[in-house]
């Protein structure tokens, strides 16, 4: 595997499932300090809990360290520090560093400036790799495969940047059926209608949006969760575009999409720091 993640694109199918393999390895056998002495940087100049935490919380189950800079938006940057100096910076400070930037080559920009491996947490608008192979992860502990089903993607298709680094992934498993709805209750029923196994939401991405892009809204209630079998994925956060009812069904698998991303970011920080 690379030495940074970067981009879905850079996946290989067999990179992909062995990365399953080893999430599920780590989860069942407790290794506790296979990174021992290493230590993971976070740096955060956008808002996040789960990524992060769950990096973080990786990283400790692995029995290495973590240095974090939340709200980086804030630290030199203020004083005009440019993201290659600051990643210049904390590669000489760390093995490993977790980037997530409103620039959408911030990845690029941080992977020329430093000595150790990086991963995109969330490049703007662009992508973030690791949610779409936690994503994927969750759908084949699900049902049990990724092949041969249709995946109905719904939300803010053209901001989601879980969304674009999902649909990429997808394009190396057989015979993936993708329908993406962006904003309409009609094309959304006309979609539930063709029979999906996964149903994928997202947030609007209200802070990437002009002030006419705003007025949008959308909403799965009870009547959506009814139309259909499929399991019902979120990256989180969500807002108002998911009823609380749904939350309480089966079919509601985004709090699980949390717990294997745990491992799998796990299994991301063992493949490149061993
Ligand atoms: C997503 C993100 O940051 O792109 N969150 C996440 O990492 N799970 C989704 C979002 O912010 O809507």
């Not at 990524?51 to 769950?54: A, F, H, N």
């Not at 997808?170 to 309409?184: D, G, H, R």
């Not at 009814?226 to 994925?233: D, F, L, V, Y």
């Given at each position: 595997m690379n030495k940074h993640i970067i981009t879905a694109d850079q996946f290989t199918r067999m990179e992909v499932e062995k990365l399953f393999g080893l999430a599920d390895y780590i989860r069942s056998t407790n290794i506790s300090n296979i990174l021992q002495g290493l230590t993971l940087a976070t740096l955060f100049y956008e808002p996040s809990t789960r990524?992060?935490?769950?990096f973080e919380s990786?990283?400790?189950?692995?029995?290495?360290?973590?240095?974090?800079v939340e709200n980086a938006?804030?630290?030199?940057?203020?004083k005009g520090e440019s993201l290659a100096d600051t990643i210049k910076t904390i590669s000489l400070l760390s093995d490993c560093i977790v980037l997530r930037h409103p620039d959408v080559n911030s990845a690029q920009i941080a992977v020329k400036n430093s000595n150790v491996p990086i991963i995109n947490g969330g490049s703007g608008y662009g992508e973030h790799p690791t949610q779409a192979l936690?994503?994927?992860?969750?759908?084949?502990?699900?049902?049990?495969?990724?092949?041969?089903?249709?995946?109905?993607?719904?939300?803010?298709?053209?901001?989601?940047?879980?969304?674009?680094?999902?649909?990429?992934?997808?394009?190396?498993?057989?015979?993936?059926?993708?329908?993406?709805?962006?904003?309409?209750?009609?094309?959304?029923h006309q979609a539930l209608r063709n029979k999906p196994d996964v149903?994928?939401?997202?947030?609007?991405?209200l802070e990437r949006m002009t002030e006419d892009e705003k007025k949008v809204s959308y909403h799965f209630g009870?009547?959506?969760?009814?139309?259909?079998?499929?399991?019902?994925?979120?990256?989180?956060?969500?807002?108002?575009e998911i009823a609380r009812e749904v939350d309480e069904s089966d079919k509601a698998v985004y709090f699980k999409q949390v717990e294997n991303g745990l491992w799998l970011r796990a299994a991301l920080l063992y493949t490149l720091l061993r």
């Open positions: 990524t992060r935490l769950s990786a990283m400790h189950k692995l029995g290495g360290n973590v240095i974090s938006q804030f630290s030199s940057v203020k936690l994503d994927l992860y969750t759908v084949q502990k699900e049902i049990g495969k990724i092949d041969n089903l249709h995946y109905v993607l719904v939300g803010d298709i053209k901001y989601g940047r879980t969304v674009h680094s999902l649909v990429k992934l997808l394009s190396l498993f057989k015979n993936i059926k993708i329908t993406e709805v962006e904003y309409s209750r009609e094309s959304l149903i994928y939401l997202t947030r609007v991405q009870v009547e959506e969760l009814r139309m259909s079998e499929a399991i019902i994925m979120h990256p989180l956060p969500k807002n108002n």
